[in-house]
């Protein structure tokens, strides 16, 4: 029985009383009617709160279910304990809680309580000790030792737990338990720490608890990034500490009064941000070749792009973005924009608060340094933000790059307390990194900041007598050079050239010692050749810079008055730099003869890259000045050829390079710039983490720098001195060069982010090198022929891929090689020939469509082969055409030729253009076709119309339609990247613009030879209509407005009519043949595209049988009507027949569509024409041989005519 067990009360005899009342109830109970009993209860129950009665209702329901229920789970855990572990550690991990299943069995667990007895505990309790003598087991469970962890059998993953260290806690690692990882409520047997409960943690009001948060936290994200947890937890870490306000957090963290919390903070957000990897490989491309222009940390959001923007050019739209921006909340920014976000939190006003007032150790200065140094990468606007910051920039010039220090910090073992009032080579590169910010900010660098005055004191010292440690004092000298190239770039700070002629010229003369010294393998000797590098670098923009003063000096002197802006001659001329050249020109030579040493190459391989620069640069700056004798010049250039370049070309070292840039490079092998697993879309990186293989394009093995350096000095050479050309035939001959190029080209690239545009524009230098080399070869050697066809589709791959800040390149290979009949030797070569006999061989569908019957009928007799050659013989025509179409790039073409010429005086920024995709669309060969249509689209918008058609439009479509058939002929590859849907929507813009523009002679029979190229049964199979095609909103939209045109102007057109007809191919959408059927049906009666004419095959029409009921009801309402006739639209019209006759006999019987059958059956045997009525029922298969398109029973088979007689 339930009784009140008395128990706790103290009395001996507790039990008997408890029996007792026991009793007397039971006795008081027998004596009670059953009515009295009820009664009795009745009132009980008025007197008690109904809650409290529904309350002890459940307890009592319950208890039952809970005994059935605690067995159940006693036989589940026998179960599990039986069985063995569903995965092993991290394979099935989770980033987020576990889900409701885990959660419930995890409950029902717990709930199962064991009996606990004094030998679970860890100390036992003792009679003596007070009120101990009645001891509650329940209460002292939680000193019980913590079961041993298993992995719970569930196919969600479990919760990630990390330990101090940010190292990921495998799900079933038994870990004692004085490691301090189990302070935690849930999962308490599991060692290590959730992110929830780290969050939880880190808004502690005990510091050490705050700060212990945050270190782990950013163990955690720097572990993340090293992409330690990518085959381990299911997820993105980063992505959910960011969704989780991760950033905000250690936003406000930095505010905190405490320095530990603030430095634990720096040290998560510098982790968060900055990839020392991606820095170390930028300051490795710094010297390669245009190597010190790099695209912004700008992240790619094009989600974020609004729809408004569009119609905003260019400077509006930036200023109107701005002002978004600035309106918007700052969670908002930081979710597409980390650095963005960070700035409008003023995050460079508190770090130069840490700096300046809190002054902490010397690893809190470098994470603040490094942060500051990412946010400078981000964009021109960030830089001018960290400029305009009070007291920032004078507190780093001040604290970290000061004058003169103790030179107690130079003395070995040496341990530094603080980096304040001592020199800093990470404040160097952050300043060299925010001059590249733009040119403006250089100038302030260098004069309000007296960055100047640095430079001399840095330079002019040996880095051995700079009294600090040497790896700190070479890196400090080359970040000051690398500073001093920077401004040099833009034509500044050159009159330091003059001042420390001297040092420099001492620099040049002990560079051939590194030879020996990378012979004795020193520790120190990487870090030299970079400071030599960075040496040549200087000189290279010192040079370029010089080279232009002659020209500049000559326009100042001419006063001439039209000009709206004299730019100043620089400070130091042509004669001041020319005599370095022997320097390094002699360094060249002793450095090239290592080639075949592979360990001593390697490391010398980046200074002998910026020597081979320097001369390309030398020698044409050289070749422009005044003061030069041309002849001299001339010979300079045979002996460096004969003597240098001739002899390096044949080494086996070279023919080794050449074979190794199909395994190095980007295109050919995608996955090497791919992004890595945690990046995320909102914080820029290039992916470096870890380091490159040595076989990459960024490798040490790499042969892109190097090999790209020979071809611009080889390229310069042969520019200024055209019989050279022939000498360097060989360079094309390279097997390894036209195995990489043929594979490069025919490779997808990868797509285009902060990981692979930094890297794929190197390989592009490389690759239009090449094409410029190709460009000579072709006037010039007889045996180029063989590479021509090869090099033109590299050519077209590299236009749809150059990226921007390379607009020089794309014009260049507009200019000279794109349109230039030397690349296209099939026009010389038989090629016109080889299509019509390729015609005549297939009997192609081309011969269809020049049958007479349209408006320009005689024209179209002209057989493929005299439209190509006609289109070969207008290739100046057709490029003029291209060019005047790309004039909006203009704006960056005048910036992309001032950097790659070397035009110091007009770059603004070492900044390139912010990447979103290629400078071209892939599709570009179509452009003036669709710059047309929306410029008639928009004027029709504006409500005006074009009723005249200049000759210039005529001339520009026929030219676009000329180019395409070219393409699509010789070059059919080369625009395999562009779906045939998109080809055709953009044929289709040829009957949407200008009225009866289509109806042209030249238009109509180069449109009439491209369909006929598209309607081959390859293309027709590779036509899918219902994926959504880029530049183009909806195919749909596009159909109809094709549809409306046809029904104004057409004319009755066979060629507009096929156009009309590919859609409603039956495996299309079912909307676009119900958009003729049902709401344009009027064109059925132009739509008289002859069966003969059509290019078509019917059985892509009427295959497989409609099953759209309203659209067979359509069907058979044009054919009832008349509105669809054989003698108006054949083609639709045995279409119509076909399917009807398929649905009217269909075996397939549902209820749905039974009825409908039957009365459709029904109406066509009461037809009173006997013609239709003889096509609906007695159609038997299609035949494009019969007039009708299709043959007919004689009489029905037996089956239909039993079916037909049932139903009639």
């Given at each position: 029985p339930c009784l009140i067990t008395g128990e706790g009360l103290g009395s001996q005899k507790s039990e008997q009383e408890a029996q007792a009342i026991h009793k007397e109830n039971l006795e008081k109970l027998r004596s009670m009617s059953e009515e009295e009993i009820l009664q009795e209860r009745e009132r009980l129950l008025a007197q008690l709160d109904s809650?409290?009665?529904?309350?002890?209702?459940?307890?009592?329901?319950?208890?039952?279910g809970q005994k059935k229920e605690l067995k159940m789970e006693q036989n589940r855990l026998e179960e599990f304990v039986e069985s063995p572990p569903v995965a092993q550690h991290g394979a099935g991990s989770s980033l987020s809680t576990q889900e409701s299943g885990l959660e419930e069995s995890v409950r029902k667990e717990e709930n199962m309580k064991v009996e606990i007895t004094g030998d679970d505990l860890p100390v036992k309790p003792k009679k003596e000790w007070i009120h101990m003598d009645n001891v509650e087991f329940e209460k002292l469970e939680w000193m019980k030792d913590l079961p041993a962890p298993q992995q719970k059998k569930t196919k969600k993953g479990m919760q990630a737990r990390f330990s101090l260290k940010g190292e990921l806690i495998p799900a079933d690692a038994d870990l004692p338990t004085h490691l301090g990882l189990h302070h935690h409520g849930e999962e308490a047997e599991r060692a290590g720490y959730s992110l929830q409960e780290l969050f939880h943690l880190s808004r502690s009001q005990v510091i050490q608890q705050r700060t212990l948060a945050l270190q782990v936290l950013g163990r955690i994200v720097q572990k993340a990034r090293a992409g330690e947890f990518a085959s381990s937890l299911k997820g993105s870490i980063l992505r959910l500490l960011l969704d989780a306000g991760f950033l905000f957090l250690l936003r406000f963290s930095l505010d905190d009064a405490v320095d530990n919390v603030m430095a634990a903070s720096v040290g998560a957000l510098r982790a968060l941000l900055v990839s020392l990897d991606d820095e170390k490989y930028?300051?490795?491309?710094?010297?390669?070749?245009?190597?010190?222009?790099?695209?912004?940390?700008?992240?790619?959001?094009?989600?974020?792009?609004?729809?408004?923007?569009?119609?905003?050019?260019?400077?509006?739209?930036?200023?109107?973005?701005?002002?978004?921006?600035?309106?918007?909340?700052?969670?908002?920014?930081?979710?597409?924009?980390?650095?963005?976000?960070?700035?409008?939190?003023?995050?460079?006003?508190?770090?130069?608060?840490?700096?300046?007032?809190?002054?902490?150790?010397p690893t809190v200065v470098l994470d603040i340094l490094h942060i500051l140094t990412h946010i400078a990468r981000h964009s021109?606007?960030?830089?001018?933000?960290?400029?305009?910051?009070?007291?920032?920039?004078?507190t780093i010039v001040r604290e970290f790059l000061p004058t003169q220090w103790d030179p107690q910090v130079a003395e070995p073992g040496c341990l530094l307390t603080s980096l304040h009032g001592v020199a800093c080579a990470t404040a160097m590169k952050f300043i060299r990194v925010l001059a590249s910010g733009g040119r403006n900010a250089t100038a302030r660098l260098l004069n309000k900041f007296e960055m100047k005055s640095r430079l001399s004191r840095f330079i002019a010292e040996d880095p051995l007598d700079l009294l600090l440690p040497?790896?700190?004092?070479?890196?400090?000298?080359?970040?000051?050079?690398?500073?001093?190239?920077?401004?040099?770039?833009?034509?500044?700070?050159?009159?330091?050239?003059?001042?420390?002629?001297?040092?420099?010229v001492r620099i040049l003369q002990s560079l051939p010692e590194l030879l020996n010294t990378c012979r004795g393998k020193s520790p120190m000797i990487e870090l030299s050749v970079q400071r030599a590098t960075a040496v040549v670098t200087l000189l290279i923009h010192v040079t370029q810079t010089a080279g232009y003063a002659a020209e500049l000096q000559a326009k100042l002197s001419s006063n001439n008055v039209e000009d709206s802006e004299q730019i100043p001659p620089p400070p130091v001329t042509w004669n001041q730099v020319s005599g370095l050249q022997p320097f390094l020109e002699t360094s060249l030579k002793k450095f090239?003869?290592?080639?075949?040493?592979?360990?001593?190459?390697?490391?010398?391989?980046?200074?002998?890259?910026?020597?081979?620069?320097?001369?390309?640069?030398?020698?044409?700056?050289?070749?422009?000045?005044?003061?030069?004798?041309?002849?001299?010049?001339?010979?300079?250039?045979?002996?460096?050829?004969?003597?240098?370049?001739?002899?390096?070309?044949?080494?086996?070292?070279?023919?080794s390079m050449w074979d190794l840039l199909r395994p190095c490079s980007a295109l050919c092998n995608p996955l090497s710039c791919s992004p890595a697993p945690e990046s995320v879309f909102n914080i820029a990186s290039l992916s470096c983490t870890g380091g490159k293989p040595p076989l990459s394009l960024a490798g040490s093995k790499s042969p892109f720098p190097f090999l790209t350096a020979l071809l611009f000095l080889i390229n310069s050479i042969t520019h200024i001195h055209k019989g050279l050309t022939s000498k360097f035939s060989s360079v094309l001959g390279f097997r390894g060069l036209k195995d990489y190029l043929h594979q490069s080209w025919q490779t997808r690239p990868p797509s285009v982010t902060p990981s692979s545009a930094w890297i794929l524009r190197h390989e592009y230098h490389l690759q239009y090198f090449v094409l410029a080399l190709a460009r000579r070869m072709a006037g010039t050697?007889?045996?180029?022929?063989?590479?021509?066809?090869?090099?033109?589709?590299?050519a077209m791959a590299l236009l749809s891929r150059l990226l921007p800040g390379s607009e020089h390149l794309a014009y260049e290979v507009l200019l000279d090689l794109a349109f230039n009949p030397e690349f296209l030797p099939e026009g010389k070569a038989g090629g016109p020939e080889a299509a019509d006999f390729s015609d005549i061989l297939h009997l192609g569908t081309s011969a269809k469509l020049t049958q007479p019957g349209s408006a320009a009928a005689f024209f179209s007799k002209a057989t493929r082969g005299a439209l190509l050659r006609e289109s070969y013989q207008n290739l100046p025509f057709i490029r003029s055409c291209y060019l005047s179409h790309f004039v909006h790039l203009q704006p960056t073409l005048l910036r992309s030729q001032a950097s790659y010429q070397g035009r110091n005086y007009l770059i603004q920024s070492m900044l390139l253009p912010e990447v979103k995709g290629p400078i071209l669309p892939s599709d570009w060969p179509f452009f003036p076709l669709i710059s047309l249509y929306n410029k008639v689209t928009n004027a029709e918008t504006r409500g005006a119309v074009l009723n005249s058609l200049p000759l210039d439009l005529v001339n520009t479509v026929t030219w676009n339609l000329q180019w395409v058939l070219l393409l699509e002929t010789w070059r059919a590859k080369t625009l395999q990247s562009i779906p045939a849907a998109a080809k055709l929507a953009r044929l289709m813009c040829v009957f949407l613009t200008g009225g009866d523009l289509f109806l042209e002679a030249p238009i109509h029979r180069y449109t009439a030879a491209l369909l006929s190229v598209y309607c081959q049964s390859k293309a027709l199979d590779s036509l899918n209509l219902d994926a959504p095609l880029p530049g183009l909103a909806s195919f749909h939209d596009l159909y109809i407005s094709l549809l409306e045109q046809f029904e104004g102007v057409s004319f009755g057109d066979p060629l507009f009519g096929v156009f009309v007809l590919l859609p409603l191919q039956k495996r299309f959408s079912v909307h676009l043949r119900l958009s003729v059927f049902g709401e344009h049906t009027s064109i059925l009666r132009a739509l008289g595209v002859p069966l003969q004419q059509f290019p078509v095959p019917l059985e892509r029409y009427t295959s497989p049988p409609e099953d759209n009921l309203n659209l067979l009801r359509l069907y058979f309402r044009t054919l009832v009507t008349g509105a669809l006739r054989h003698t108006w639209c054949p083609v639709l019209y045995v279409v119509a027949v076909a399917h009807v006759n398929s649905f009217i006999f269909s075996q397939d019987s549902t209820t749905q569509t039974d009825a409908a059958r039957k009365s459709m059956l029904r109406k066509t045997w009461l037809l009173v024409d006997e013609t239709l009525k003889k096509h609906l029922l007695y159609y038997r298969v299609l035949n494009a041989e019969s007039p009708l398109g299709f043959d007919l029973y004689e009489q029905l088979p037996p089956m239909r005519l039993k079916y037909l007689q049932m139903v009639t």
């Open positions: 809650s409290l009665v529904a309350f002890l209702k459940s307890r009592r329901g319950g208890s039952e930028l300051d490795w491309t710094f010297s390669w070749y245009q190597g010190m222009a790099a695209f912004p940390f700008v992240p790619n959001n094009e989600e974020e792009e609004e729809e408004e923007e569009e119609e905003l050019n260019g400077t509006e739209k930036s200023q109107d973005k701005k002002l978004k921006d600035e309106n918007k909340p700052d969670p908002d920014v930081a979710r597409y924009d980390v650095v963005k976000g960070l700035l409008k939190t003023r995050i460079q006003h508190r770090l130069r608060y840490i700096l300046e007032v809190v002054r902490p150790v021109s606007e960030a830089c001018s933000q960290l400029l305009d910051c009070p007291r920032l920039i004078d040497r790896e700190e004092a070479i890196g400090l000298s080359t970040e000051a050079f690398r500073l001093w190239a920077v401004a040099a770039a833009y034509g500044q700070a050159c009159d330091l050239y003059r001042d420390l002629y001297p040092v420099l090239l003869q290592e080639i075949s040493q592979t360990e001593t190459w390697q490391t010398l391989q980046p200074l002998t890259t910026t020597y081979v620069i320097y001369l390309g640069v030398y020698y044409n700056a050289c070749s422009q000045q005044p003061s030069v004798n041309p002849i001299d010049c001339l010979e300079e250039l045979e002996r460096l050829t004969s003597e240098v370049l001739q002899p390096l070309l044949s080494q086996p070292a070279i023919h050697c007889p045996d180029y022929a063989q590479h021509a066809s090869l090099h033109h589709c590299v």
